[in-house]
């Protein structure tokens, strides 16, 4: 049964750099999700280290931190159905030479120090992702009172 869900999608300095938002964006939009927050931050050594905990001991952290320390990201949060999973496949491998062609990796990245994206692993990343990313909360419009609401 699928429900819905929200991912953490980030446009990584590479994806900035050459002008590739705005696509990546579409893409996701066309796909059904809903941008519900959108950012472009220059991210600290420090967030950076909290996001890639887990590769902390991996040969490529001190590199990975470096280069995603070395311009500004676009952090996204979207909303839909399976965004977690559904967002994954869109992105493709890691490896973006074994990303199947029509995947954001497939069509616009050749490296896997330089694969654009980010996207959210599992549900309970997400949350986590979205909490450290958007500590100031995320403001979403309901057309259900027609206000605003900051969660």
């Known amino acids: 049964m699928s429900n819905t869900e929200r991912t953490y999608i980030m446009v990584k300095p590479d994806g900035v750099q050459r002008g590739l938002v ?13 941008m519900i927050a959108l950012k472009m931050v220059w991210p600290t050594t420090e967030l950076l280290e909290k996001h890639y905990a887990d590769l902390k001991n991996r040969p490529f952290f001190p590199n990975l931190i470096k280069y995603m320390a070395s311009g500004p990201v676009v952090a996204i ?12 496949v869109m992105l493709g491998e890691t490896d973006p030479l074994k990303s199947a062609p029509g995947t954001i990796r497939g069509d616009l990245c050749l490296q896997v120090g330089r694969n654009i994206c980010h996207g ?3 549900v309970q990343n997400a949350e986590k992702e979205i909490a450290l990313w958007f500590p100031e909360g995320i403001v979403k419009y309901t057309l259900a009172t027609e206000n605003w609401i900051f969660e």
Do not use: C, N, W, Y
Not at 28 to 33: A, K, P, T, V, Y
Not at 79 to 86: K, L, M, N, S, W
């Open 77 to 88: 949060v979207l909303e839909g159905r399976d965004a977690v999973a559904t967002g994954r």
């Open 22 to 34: 705005g696509e990546i964006i579409q893409r996701f939009e066309r796909r059904g999700f809903k």
């Open 120 to 122: 959210s692993d599992s």
